[in-house]
């Protein structure tokens, strides 16, 4: 009898003790489920994503515009080289070559070179950074609380960041892997990008495939993403001849239209009654005129060639910074509606 209660008392605590091992591990796994602080999401992403800890570094990658549309698909090379406050953005396809400088808080933009415009591909280095260079230049965010998401078969926390800048306010959700500090998406109203694949370089890590989705504009993806630590010549961030200087500033007040003529209905699609949205990348000059107009929408009926030669025509009271006039760079939206 006493080896039998021996034994009974035996199991008891046998079973006590798994009990209280799996108490303990749902208690751990509530805690570790419980909704984290966005702000600590925020700063582990943008530790984990600045590739300006590297050093002077190049990236390079693939660039597919209008994947898997065989009348449209465009297929190039993106290249990067960035010394901290100096870059060098350089796409290459459809038979283009593009380059853009920027140094300290201006960009150099040659008007005929509006390719990297259109791909929204500038800075693009810095898109699964969450701390944006509005952040950096004197904007203000603020972020909401994060809650549960599946992102592309990932398990996400998502949270709200509404960014003031130039006196203008604009409201982005980022979502976050729950196993790392990666960004895995990020989105504005209908437009979005998607960041997988990601491989490490030292502490810092980055996509090595980038998915960019845009309302009004052609899809891209960037694959074949590659970072490397180099060194960088003082020669490779020369300003384009002929370029324009456009300048970053907190205190901007932006250009005041003056004459904005409408554009002319295309007569193609007039006649089969379609209506259209096109949005362009304008660049107005010092003196008010508008130096570049280029559309960022695909087109089928005549909307944008419309849009853009009408826009050039336009005149404004400039942008100014601290009082004294400037180059600023912009996006028009010109709606074609008949009633």
């Given amino acids: 009898m006493k080896n039998q209660s021996f034994c009974s008392y035996k199991n008891v605590w046998k079973v006590v003790l798994g009990l209280a091992v799996l108490w303990y591990v749902v208690l751990v796994s509530a805690f570790a489920q419980q909704t984290p602080d966005s702000q600590q999401l925020f700063d582990a992403v943008h530790k984990a994503s600045d590739l300006s800890q590297l050093g002077p570094y190049v990236l390079t990658a693939r660039v597919v515009v209008n994947p898997g549309d065989n009348k449209r698909e465009q297929v190039g090379t993106l ?15 459809n038979g283009k070559d593009e380059v853009q400088i920027r140094r300290n808080h201006v960009s150099y933009i040659a008007p005929s070179q509006t390719t990297l415009f259109a791909s929204g591909l500038l800075g693009f280095d810095k898109n699964w950074d969450p701390l944006s260079w509005k952040d950096m230049e004197g904007g203000q965010y603020k972020l909401g609380k994060a809650h549960a998401e599946t992102v592309d078969g990932h398990q996400a926390w998502c949270f709200d960041k509404k960014t003031t800048y130039l006196k203008f306010t604009s409201t982005e959700k980022l979502c976050v892997d729950v196993a790392q500090p990666i960004l895995l998406r990020r989105s504005i109203g209908k437009s979005w990008k998607e960041f997988t694949d990601y491989m490490q370089l030292g502490a810092q890590q980055y ?117 004294r006039a400037i180059a600023m760079e912009m996006n028009v939206e010109v709606n074609f509606n008949r009633f």
Wanted: aromatic content about 4%; proline content about 11%; some cysteine.
């Fill in 79 to 93: 290249t990067i080289s960035r010394d901290h406050d100096l870059s060098r953005d350089e796409l290459k396809i």
């Fill in 207 to 323: 996509p090595q495939k980038v998915t960019i989705v845009r309302e009004h504009m052609v899809p891209i993806e960037v694959t074949d993403i590659h970072v490397a630590p180099a060194t960088l010549s003082a020669e490779l961030f020369k300003p384009p001849e002929s370029a324009i200087e456009v300048e970053s500033c907190p205190n901007v007040l932006p250009p005041q239209p003056k004459q904005t003529p409408e554009p002319s209905f295309p007569a193609r699609a007039s006649a089969e009654s379609r209506h259209g949205t096109v949005v362009l990348v304008v660049i107005v000059a010092k003196d008010g005129t508008v130096a570049m107009a280029r559309s960022i929408t695909p087109d089928d009926y005549g909307f944008s060639e419309s849009a853009e030669s009408t826009v050039l025509t336009w005149h404004f009271k400039p942008a100014t910074c601290d009082g």
